[in-house]
């Protein structure tokens, strides 16, 4: 497809095949020593629990779409205000779990019934499924990205090997054995952001204080300048998503979604030996995932120094990245191109191999704590519902995955634009209702609940641009929706679309409509929670 596939050698193979496997054996090995000495129920340390959570945080999309973001010429620093105050929160969290503590051994929606409205967790089941849904389709995604540069090979096929070998990966080990091996791979991991990041300075050239003169004073064809190291943006701006007030608004959302209840991050520090081992954890993977995206900016800076200086002239590197007005429309492959591309053979290798076992290993854990159908009854027909429900799972999520690929080709949103905008759908809905659920049974209207969690939905659906997207072609419908003030637009020179109003706006705001559709005054003599 872009005729790159040339750069990586046999011997690039075979450390990726020689990697993987040893992924999968030191998985089953774990397993294996948990059963036969009787520890599957033993506490994991909280350095490899914070590993872990680091691990599986960064490989979602953050590993490739960051360096991409600071390539494109409207990137800069002000991801940094992010990254900030996503680890005081983080650090507020661990904090908290250290000093006073709370259950980890149940999901809000496992309340017993007098703690909370049955339909309520039902609610709170619902979103976290649709969000586990989202995360590993998009998760299916980036791990395709880099198989499609190495192999030329159509998204779609990608998209069908990766998820192939996702699912042969679910019978390879235990959720507490992927943990314990994490740790692993958070070292590879960390060892080899160091390395691309040593070489990518290397290539630079130049002085510093030349580098920070072109950084600040970036133009690009149409003669737009931007200063990529503004780090704090105090702008109004909603149509920006990356500025100090989103962040303040939109992140302690997130990051109490994340830690408290999403699925897999929940398992994971369930493992602990208590609460305070739980929050060391939470504050060690904060500070370490603030870290990583550090160096991941510099990374993206460096290269698109880099490229400044001598621009890609190599036709596959070109047709790859979509080269264009002297900058690339593909960012989130140009990480990818420039290791195929620029790094020696085996270093290649190794690199990609530590991205493929990360990636595969916190897929893996995710579909280890998917949803399926609770055996019931029959012990027999519960196993078959069980089978069934898994299997369902995972036939939607290839379906799922591949229009995210297809959305991500031609769309021209970017990957790290598409991985907030996918927390959109559900993180607003999941803490309006967490917060309506400590209000009790009678201080909820489920079906008001219901209403907030359907309008939130759909709302992010209308203005996130999916819905846009798909309605391109359709005529007037398309048109319509456009003349509506708000609603993303279409660009008809490139096809890409574009937000009037960016997503991030929408969590605070969803978490207050489904909170407010859902309060019910309480009967006198009840006391607020």
Not at 202 to 223: H, I, P
Request: glycine content about 10%; overall charge neutral; aromatic content about 10%.
């Amino acid at each position: 497809m872009y005729g790159l596939e040339s750069f990586f050698s046999t011997k690039d193979w075979a450390i990726v095949i020689a990697y993987l496997a040893c992924t999968i054996s030191l998985d089953w090995w774990y397993s294996r020593r948990a059963r036969g000495n009787g520890l599957t129920l033993e506490s994991v340390p909280w350095p490899v629990v914070a590993a872990s959570l680091a691990v599986s945080e960064l490989t979602a999309w953050l590993v490739l779409a960051l360096p991409g973001a600071m390539l494109a010429i409207h990137g800069d620093l002000a991801f940094l205000s992010w990254i900030l105050v996503a680890l005081v929160v983080r650090l507020m969290i661990g904090v908290l779990l250290i000093r006073r503590g709370w259950s980890l051994q149940r999901e809000p929606r496992e309340t017993s019934e007098d703690e909370a409205e049955p339909r309520v967790r039902q609610l709170l089941g619902g979103l976290g499924s649709l969000g586990a849904l989202l995360s590993q389709g998009l998760r299916l995604v980036v791990l395709a990205l880099p198989l499609l540069v190495l192999t030329g090979w159509r998204i779609e096929v990608c998209l069908l090997v990766v998820w192939f070998l996702a699912m042969m990966l679910r019978f390879t080990g235990s959720f507490r054995a992927v943990v314990r091996g994490d740790w692993v791979h958070f070292l590879a991991l960390f060892a080899a952001l160091g390395a691309v990041c040593c070489f990518l300075g290397k290539e630079t050239g130049g002085t510093w204080e030349a580098a920070v003169d072109q950084l600040r004073e970036s133009e690009n064809f149409a003669g737009e300048v931007r200063d990529k190291l503004r780090f704090l943006d105090f702008r109004f701006d909603p149509a920006r998503a990356f500025t100090l007030w989103t962040a303040l608004l939109a992140l302690p959302l997130l990051q109490f979604q994340l830690l408290t209840l999403d699925r897999t991050h929940l398992q994971r520090l369930r493992l602990c030996a208590s609460p305070r081992a739980a929050g060391m954890a939470v504050i060690a993977s904060g500070i370490a995932v603030s870290a990583a995206l550090l160096i991941l900016l510099i990374s993206g800076l460096a290269l698109f120094l880099i490229y400044r200086h001598d621009p890609p002239t190599d036709p596959g590197i070109l047709k790859a990245l979509a080269w264009s007005a002297g900058e690339p429309r593909r960012v989130e492959l140009a990480i990818p191109v420039w290791i195929l591309t620029e790094l020696p053979d085996g270093l290649r290798g190794l690199l990609f191999a530590g991205l493929f076992a990360s990636g595969f290993t916190a897929m893996h854990a995710s579909l280890l704590v998917s949803p399926s159908c609770p055996p019931r009854g029959d012990a027999i027909l519960g196993a078959r519902r069980s089978i069934l429900s898994s299997f369902l799972w995972r036939l939607v999520l290839l379906f799922l995955a591949l229009a995210m690929g297809r959305y991500l080709g031609g769309s021209g949103e970017g990957l790290l634009s598409i991985g907030y905008g996918i927390a959109t759908y559900t993180v607003g809905p999941m803490v309006g209702l967490s917060v309506l659920a400590a209000r009790g049974v009678d201080g909820v209207r489920p079906i008001g609940a219901g209403i907030g969690v359907a309008a939130s939905l759909c709302l992010v659906f209308l203005l996130r641009g999916e819905l846009i997207w798909l309605l391109r072609d359709v005529g007037s419908i398309g048109e319509g929706l456009e003349q509506i003030p708000w609603l993303p637009r279409v660009d008809e020179a490139t096809g890409e679309i574009r937000q009037n109003l960016s997503y991030v706006w929408l969590w605070p705001f969803t978490a207050l409509l489904t909170w407010v559709c859902g309060w019910k005054k309480r009967q006198s003599g009840s006391s607020e929670s």
